[in-house]
């Protein structure tokens, strides 16, 4: 009997795992065929000198990743790109963890605001762009030349100190509401008894947001560092729709120039090595971030 049931247990099992892959294999195929698949070509092509067009190539190994740090090109786009990053980052959390404190109060057409708050989020980032290079092109200095303020009577994208901050403004005004909805939902989720017994035991309102807040919304504030980081080192929307890199090459960011490089250069190879080096730098901080932040959660 024994034997029987440890059978029957057995092709139950079987069945199961059968099924399981039966389920999971389709996904699989996909996730291989349209992501796995094209990291490894692209780490084949990245050891060659392939102009993305002819047939005939040769294999160079490691040349395109040392060609990378011998450009001033990439040094400056990377420069660019961290300061960009840097401030993106720390606006994004700052910004977005404020307004979504301001929208988890109990205030009159909390519903409204958080639906409008909401709607640039369904535009996409090239739209946005395109229609803020008009405003920018035609609506800002007309307003700049009214007030008599002399940094915004012309156009801010055509300004080498203005570009970069003109850019920034647009990439929060709409990428402000993921993040904000995120720490929204992480708000939500820390119990009220803790802030009434806190405000019994007569802590400040910054012990209260040090001590409950964050530690509650420290996952959250990982995810919204991770999506944001990754956002700002690929940042290629917003400056192709508004500057092209421009004025000069003041907000060519890594990935405009892996742009240029592969598509109007036909250095694909080399834009490939340049993408895949971006890659493991998004990984690499973003894995360090992770492990500090989960350390921080153990203790």
Partial sequence: MGD???KGKSRRDKGRDRAFLFFTAPGFILYSFFFIMPVLMGFYYSATDWDGISKNYNFI?????VKIFRTGQFTDALFFTIKYTVLLVVLTIVLGLAIAMLLNRKIKGRTFFRGIYFIPAVLSSLTVGLIFNKICYYI????????????LSQN????????????????????LCIPTLLFLAGLQSVPTDLYDGAALDGASAWDIFRYITIPFILPVVSV??????????????????????????STRSVAMLIYKHGFTQNKYAFAIAEAIFMGLVVAAISAVQIYFTNKKKAV
């Fill in 156 to 175: 801010p994208l055509a300004d080498k100190n203005l570009a970069m901050w003109t850019i920034l403004f647009v990439n929060l005004w709409q990428g």
């Fill in 140 to 151: 800002i200095p007309v307003i700049g030349k009214a007030l008599h303020i002399h940094a």
């Fill in 4 to 6: 029987k049931k440890k």
């Fill in 61 to 65: 190994g490691f040349d395109n990743y």
């Fill in 224 to 249: 919204v560092f991770v999506l944001t980081l990754k956002g700002g080192l690929m940042v290629f929307d917003y400056i192709k729709a508004m500057t092209e890199g421009g004025p000069g090459s």
